[in-house]
């Protein structure tokens, strides 16, 4: 039985109501007047066109800064002297999660959130952006099923919970249903919090099958929180040239501390994307239906510094890579793999430059609640966010998902080549799961040792 190549991502948003010391309540008169809602704010979901479709520039302006983002964060998590061997991230995921709270981000916080997320439309554009791109996602993954072939899956879905007297307002909630699908659930975090942690996970659970267990850790989850926002991807889907089974062979792999260690390396010789030149290697291995691909890199000069290399790769020059992938014939030697991250990405975001979204004095969601900051059990400030990812590639293809949590508180043909271009992925590389019709990372990911997970 050929198994799949699996990927999956989550993030969630924990947003948590700010708490007086004691228990009094706020009055009219606790109330500073920034926190009152004014009219000059973003337009409203009623307002909002209906259509999902952007000029070509705008879907070009979208689809770079989301690239910025996902290079720059991968780029900080690199930087933590304790990254995994395996570090794998969404930054799709991450993204979508987060706009569903900067729709209700106002003020500096607004101003923040766009500026660290790169966010490159104004609103209502960038939502209807979203609303696209998940659109093209699933259409995509649609219309592979209903051809011949048959092992492709890309599902992306998002989900709020509640409190179900936490205020919200109807044209916030008519967003985020509108642009990103994500149904509300009110619940009641006062009386039982953790049973809530539990329905999140077990939602994840099934959204990703199963591979992405437990997102919300023990404690996550308490009386003061007011919502709790989740995005799911989950991509399945195999080669469209599959390895054969039989070429795959223990061979050396050189890891990032200098060890060499025996892993199974997968063979095939075939026509396929590759960048040779200059000081990196890559190749792009499509799967069914070729819109998605694997993108791998690695420096050309098997002595290289390969964190020196990897520091150089900003969006720019991963957009130059992808772009310089041509059609050749080549013996490819690249390893099968497992592995997975999970992260807190509160102190990555705000080095990012968005603070205020994570201060219980100045954070300001008013567009969410009504509420302004500093409003003692009423403003909303962003808790955590959590995000988890699991990757298996193998002969047949790969299999990835991931997940984000935000909880609050209260290629050119060219000619065939007579002899095959070597490329042998025996050391460090990164490796990018690309949409190529929108221009998105899905997942992006760095392996020091394919048999660390």
């Given at each position: 039985?050929?198994?799949?190549?699996?990927?999956a991502?989550?993030?969630?948003?924990?947003?948590t109501a700010?708490?007086?010391?004691?228990?009094?309540e706020?009055t009219?008169?606790d109330?500073?007047e920034?926190a009152?809602?004014v009219?000059?704010?973003a337009p409203?979901?009623t307002?909002l066109?209906?259509t999902t479709?952007?000029?070509e520039f705008d879907?070009d302006?979208?689809a770079?800064?989301?690239?910025?983002?996902?290079l720059?964060?991968?780029q900080?998590?690199?930087?933590?002297?304790e990254?995994?061997?395996?570090?794998?991230?969404?930054?799709?995921?991450?993204?979508?999660?987060?706009?569903m709270?900067y729709?209700?981000?106002?003020?500096?916080?607004?101003?923040?959130?766009?500026?660290?997320?790169?966010?490159?439309?104004d609103?209502?554009?960038?939502?209807?952006a979203f609303?696209?791109l998940d659109?093209?996602?699933?259409?995509?993954?649609?219309?592979?099923?209903q051809g011949?072939?048959r092992?492709?899956?890309l599902?992306?879905?998002n989900?709020?919970?509640?409190?179900h007297d936490?205020?919200?307002?109807p044209?916030?909630?008519?967003?985020i249903?509108?642009y990103?699908?994500?149904?509300?659930e009110?619940?009641?975090f006062?009386?039982?919090p953790?049973?809530?942690?539990g329905?999140?996970?077990e939602?994840?659970?099934e959204?990703?099958?199963e591979r992405?267990?437990?997102l919300?850790?023990?404690?996550?989850v308490n009386?003061?929180?007011?919502?709790?926002l989740?995005n799911?991807i989950y991509?399945l889907?195999?080669?469209?040239?599959?390895?054969?089974?039989?070429?795959?062979?223990?061979?050396p792999?050189?890891?990032g501390?200098?060890r060499t260690?025996e892993?199974?390396?997968?063979?095939?010789?075939d026509?396929m994307?590759?960048?040779?030149?200059?000081?990196?290697i890559?190749?792009s291995?499509?799967?069914?239906g070729?819109?998605?691909s694997?993108?791998?890199?690695?420096?050309?000069?098997s002595e290289?510094?390969?964190?020196a290399?990897?520091?150089g790769?900003?969006r720019a020059?991963?957009?130059l890579?992808?772009?310089?992938l041509?059609?050749?014939?080549?013996?490819?030697?690249?390893?099968?793999?497992?592995?997975?991250?999970?992260?807190r990405?509160s102190?990555?975001l705000?080095?990012?430059?968005m603070?205020?979204?994570?201060?219980?004095?100045?954070?300001?969601?008013?567009?969410?609640?009504?509420?302004?900051?500093?409003?003692l059990?009423?403003s909303?400030?962003?808790?955590?966010?959590f995000?988890?990812?699991?990757?298996?590639?193998?002969?047949?293809?790969?299999?990835?998902?991931?997940?984000?949590?935000v909880?609050?508180?209260?290629?050119?043909?060219?000619?065939?080549?007579d002899?095959?271009?070597?490329i042998?992925?025996?050391?460090?590389?990164?490796?990018?799961?690309?949409?190529?019709?929108?221009?998105?990372i899905?997942?992006?990911?760095r392996?020091?040792n394919p048999?660390a997970?």
């Amino acid at each position: 039985m050929i198994r799949l190549a699996i990927f999956a991502a989550v993030l969630t948003v924990a947003l948590t109501a700010c708490q007086p010391a004691s228990e009094q309540e706020a009055t009219p008169a606790d109330v500073p007047e920034s926190a009152l809602p004014v009219a000059d704010q973003a337009p409203a979901a009623t307002e909002l066109e209906e259509t999902t479709v952007l000029a070509e520039f705008d879907q070009d302006r979208f689809a770079g800064g989301n690239r910025d983002f996902a290079l720059a964060a991968f780029q900080q998590l690199l930087a933590n002297p304790e990254a995994s061997d395996h570090l794998l991230i969404s930054p799709h995921s991450i993204l979508s999660a987060l706009a569903m709270v900067y729709a209700g981000a106002d003020g500096s916080t607004r101003v923040q959130m766009r500026e660290a997320l790169r966010f490159a439309l104004d609103e209502p554009a960038l939502h209807r952006a979203f609303g696209a791109l998940d659109a093209a996602l699933a259409e995509r993954a649609k219309l592979e099923r209903q051809g011949e072939a048959r092992g492709f899956e890309l599902s992306v879905v998002n989900r709020l919970w509640g409190q179900h007297d936490g205020g919200f307002l109807p044209e916030y909630l008519e967003l985020i249903e509108r642009y990103y699908g994500a149904g509300v659930e009110l619940v009641d975090f006062e009386s039982d919090p953790d049973g809530i942690r539990g329905q999140v996970n077990e939602w994840v659970e099934e959204q990703t099958r199963e591979r992405i267990r437990d997102l919300l850790p023990d404690g996550s989850v308490n009386e003061d929180t007011r919502m709790i926002l989740v995005n799911a991807i989950y991509f399945l889907a195999s080669w469209q040239d599959a390895f054969e089974a039989e070429l795959t062979r223990d061979q050396p792999f050189t890891t990032g501390r200098g060890r060499t260690v025996e892993v199974p390396m997968m063979h095939r010789t075939d026509h396929m994307a590759a960048h040779v030149g200059g000081d990196t290697i890559g190749v792009s291995l499509p799967y069914l239906g070729r819109e998605v691909s694997l993108v791998a890199l690695m420096p050309a000069d098997s002595e290289a510094d390969f964190d020196a290399w990897l520091g150089g790769m900003d969006r720019a020059a991963f957009d130059l890579l992808v772009e310089g992938l041509e059609r050749k014939r080549a013996a490819l030697d690249f390893p099968k793999f497992t592995g997975g991250s999970s992260f807190r990405l509160s102190d990555l975001l705000q080095d990012m430059g968005m603070p205020l979204a994570f201060s219980r004095t100045e954070a300001d969601f008013r567009r969410m609640n009504g509420v302004g900051p500093g409003v003692l059990g009423q403003s909303l400030y962003i808790d955590e966010v959590f995000h988890k990812t699991f990757i298996d590639l193998d002969e047949a293809g790969t299999e990835a998902a991931a997940a984000t949590a935000v909880v609050m508180m209260r290629l050119t043909a060219m000619p065939v080549e007579d002899e095959p271009l070597e490329i042998r992925f025996d050391r460090p590389f990164v490796y990018a799961i690309y949409d190529h019709p929108t221009d998105t990372i899905l997942f992006l990911g760095r392996v020091l040792n394919p048999l660390a997970e």
